[in-house]
């Protein structure tokens, strides 16, 4: 009697039992395989194969950079040694006076306009502030002539309202005397000035380049120091030719020191630019070496963890077949 009323009360439940669907529980590792075209494990191995192709291509990028900046510092080191000639007779006749004091002073920054050449910007940058400390007072007055992008983007930080002149690109074009004249002729034009103190980078070696400050005096104070004596004075000695005055040849002299003093700045800062370009270029493809290194490593490490793994479960399949026959 009461097995058949079990059997009567299971005909009743029998059909809502089969009504509900029953789902399928995926296993943890086809849930795995699922979430991607090569499994989970091989996810990990993509990750680093596509760090490793980037890290080549950077490499690759890195010293194409130091070689085209070689080719370049092979150009232009020729021609700023030369140009060396051109300013050392006026050092030798008018002398370098870079303490003298006077109440107008103008800094000429040359730096750079691209990047990726370490510190030589930086340095040049700091130079540059350190003479505006010392020469600025309450009867002084200080301005900055920037040439360049990068010394421009650093110095209209803090110090924009005392920058009277700014100049950029200028070595697109392949730098001559012609160019850097017209340059200087700009800048005698638009500031006043009792001394001007170029700062540019002076090409040693590719590892080594020396900040360094050339200062060029103008008329006025070159005929007040030659009154007073001691280097300058010597030019009284000197005979004048032509009907020029003296007031005059200052002028023309000045004007010409200045130009040649900024042709042979602009030659040197471009070697140190460049020598500097390609120690930075060359260190970083020795960095992005030992990175590739490091990623292959990792990379065959991880993909002989997967490979063991998955002969760990083929091989624990196959037993857990024998053992169920």
Known sequence: MAMAVFRREGRR?????????IAATPSPLSADRE??????????????RNRMKSVKNIQKITKAMKMVAASKLRAVQGRAENSR???QPFTALLGDNPSIDVKKSVVVTLSSDKGLCGGINSTVVKVSRALYKLNAGPEKDV?????????????FRDSKNDISLTVTELNKNPLNYAQVS???DDILKNVEFDALRIVYNKFHSV???????????SPEIIEKESEVGGKLGELDSYEIEGGETKGEILQNLAEFQFSCVMFN?????????????MSAMDSSSR???????????????????????????????????????
């Open 287 to 325: 960095n992005a070496g030992e990175m590739l290194d490091r990623l292959t490593l990792t990379y065959n490490r991880t993909r002989q963890a997967s490979i063991t793994t998955e002969l760990i479960e083929i091989i624990s399949g196959a037993s857990a077949l024998e053992a169920a026959k």
């Open 143 to 155: 301005k900055f002539v920037i040439v360049g992008e990068k010394a421009k983007a650093i110095m």
């Open 265 to 277: 700045a602009v030659l040197e800062n471009a070697c140190s630019e460049m020598g500097a370009r």
């Open 207 to 217: 590892v080594a380049f020396l900040p360094t400050v050339a200062t060029v005096l």
């Open 35 to 48: 979430e991607g075209p090569l499994g989970v494990r091989s996810i990990s191995t993509q990750v680093v």
């Open 182 to 184: 017209v340059l200087a």
């Open 13 to 21: 439940l029998l059909p809502s039992i089969a009504a509900r669907p």
């Open 85 to 87: 000639g051109l300013w």
